[in-house]
């Protein structure tokens, strides 16, 4: 993907999030797509918005548990699993172990940051 196809997806996952403020995955997509167009400082902060939203999916008491779980398990009938109202440890659990097999972050997007050398894209590991 080039720079145009980037800005694209950042533009789409943004609109998605108007639509869906509480999922988390879209959080960390789009959080990958600013690594890609060199915004390490956005991409951290959707990062940290995926993980408080972790957080309050865990927290019964949490200000957006509602919100939050609701979100995780909308996001797990995306996936194709059929699901049964549950708990929140049971949802987490759910999460956890589809993600097992269909990670929400790529491989090869594990650990990349941006560095332009030579024009070019490289990863902390080189």
Same mark, same amino acid.
């Given at each position: ?36 167009? $060199?915004?390490?400082?956005?991409? /951290? ?25 609701? /979100? ?5 009938? /995306?996936?194709?699993? *059929? ?9 987490? $659990?759910?999460?956890? *172990? ?10 090869? *997007?594990? $650990? ?15």
């Amino acid at each position: 993907m080039d720079s145009r196809d980037w800005l694209h997806e950042r533009t789409r996952l943004t609109g998605e999030l108007y639509k869906h403020p509480y999922d988390l995955e879209l959080y960390l997509k789009r959080a990958i797509t600013y690594e890609h167009l $060199g915004f390490s400082d956005l991409a /951290a902060g959707d990062a940290y918005r995926a993980l408080l939203l972790t957080d309050e999916a865990q927290d019964d008491s949490g200000e957006y548990h509602r919100y939050a779980l609701e /979100a995780m398990r909308s996001r797990l009938l /995306a996936h194709g699993q *059929n699901y049964a109202p549950k708990s929140s440890d049971e949802v987490i $659990g759910d999460i956890t *172990n589809s993600t097992k097999e269909r990670p929400l972050v790529p491989e090869e *997007n594990r $650990g990349f940051s941006r560095r332009v050398e030579d024009g070019e894209l490289r990863s902390h590991s080189q």
